[in-house]
């Protein structure tokens, strides 16, 4: 009778060991979408003017602390260098340590699996959050040198602006002070498009690089093509990869509404990042194995609803604190396999820690 009872309370406890889904299969394909600058108030704006957003669809949330190696106020190099890496590092560094040191990111890890690569933004591809999935570099504003290491990197798909830092200073326009062209070097190995009409046209391609302004993409209002097609082109190319698939996209521009103090336009750059989302939830629902995860690298603002209306779908005061940064956690939301794992309070490394983890596996 004691034995029954013992066994029956060893049975009881296993029923209640947690599942972690370190445990489970890891997913064949991440898309990893970034919202800069996007914090709860950001998102809350962009909900009272939709109605509804595709993060509703999200059930696993956690909170992330974002604070930088050297400051509590983080900048979008540090912080995404924390997603991409796993590793804090200081401001203004893009996937190196403190000492300067490269550090092994996500993209690396995932061309070492044989998945196909996708980076999508809205600001220049040289910029700080794409930068860390792509480039070792000392100091986010050598963006020439970023732009070098990107052309080297083997990434498969590259979609965003900045063709400036690409041409050679004989070109107008550019932003480089050598005459290297790394558009001619992209050209020999990928199919390289700066226009609307190319991406309307593009061919069923395995690769690409489009980049659609000199520096960042116009607003959200003004795009096109958007970063929702963006991203469904950026889906459809890499997800031919039999062995699966890491997308970084980035709504790059709510972080300079916030800068800007401009409510309306964080409402537009939130909305237009929701739709992005939708894209990546959408092929997430028919391709099970795929782990979708939004999140921000910090707040930017200080925002704060004051006033507004729900009936009237309309925030009519918002505030800011500040034209910077703001140390505030931001959310993440996760979809898919391994999506408990991204619940709770953490650190923004946590982000770059557990998808490698996956990686390795
Ligand atoms: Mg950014
Ligand atoms: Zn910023």
């Known amino acids: 009778m004691k034995l029954i009872s013992s066994l029956f309370l060893l049975l009881l406890l296993l029923s209640t060991v947690p599942t972690y889904a370190m445990e489970q299969p890891a997913p064949k394909n991440i898309i990893l979408l970034i919202g800069d600058g996007m914090g709860i108030a950001q998102i809350t704006a962009g909900k009272i003017v939709n109605k509804h957003l595709n993060l509703e669809e999200f059930k696993h949330l956690g909170l992330l602390m974002t604070h930088s190696g050297n400051a509590l106020v983080t900048d979008s190099a540090a912080s995404g260098t924390a997603m991409a890496t796993g590793y804090k590092t200081d401001n203004k560094m893009i996937a190196v340590s403190h000492e300067g040191t490269p550090l092994k990111s996500i993209v690396e890890y995932a061309q070492e699996a044989n998945k196909a ?11 700080a959050t794409p930068a860390v999935f792509a480039a070792h570099v ?13 052309s080297k990197s083997g990434i498969d798909v590259l979609l965003g602006g900045g063709w400036g830092y690409f041409v050679p200073n004989t070109v107008k326009g550019s932003f480089r002070n050598d005459h290297k062209n790394l558009l001619d070097k992209l050209a020999e190995q ?15 391609v395995d690769s690409v690089v489009g980049l659609f302004a000199r520096k960042a993409l116009p607003k959200a ?5 958007g970063l929702p097609e963006l991203t469904s082109k950026a889906i459809q190319i890499l997800s031919k990869n039999q062995k699966g698939f890491f997308l970084m996209v980035e709504g790059s521009q709510i972080d300079w509404a916030g800068h800007d103090n401009n409510s309306n ?12 989302i939708g894209v990546a939830l959408a092929f997430a629902k028919n391709n099970i194995e795929t782990l979708v995860l939004v999140t921000a690298d910090h707040e930017t603002g200080g925002y704060a609803i004051h006033d507004g209306s729900i009936i009237k779908q309309q925030v009519t005061d918002g505030q800011f604190t500040h034209s910077h940064h703001t140390a505030e956690m931001v959310p993440v939301f ?3 396999p391994g999506s408990s794992d991204f619940t709770g309070i953490g650190d923004n490394t946590k982000i770059g820690k557990i998808l490698i983890a996956y990686l390795k596996k």
Do not use: M, W
Request: no cysteine; charged share 30%; proline share 2%.
């Open 117 to 127: 690569i996708g980076l999508v933004v809205t600001s220049s591809i040289t910029h």
């Open 138 to 150: 000392d100091n986010r504003k050598s963006q020439t040198l970023i732009a070098e290491q990107l």
């Open 190 to 204: 990928t199919t390289v498009i700066q226009t609307e009409k190319e991406f309307n046209e593009l061919d069923d």
């Open 221 to 225: 209002d003004k795009r096109k093509p």
């Open 265 to 276: 336009d964080i409402i537009k750059e939130v909305i237009d990042f929701d739709n992005a």
């Open 334 to 336: 996760a979809y898919g």
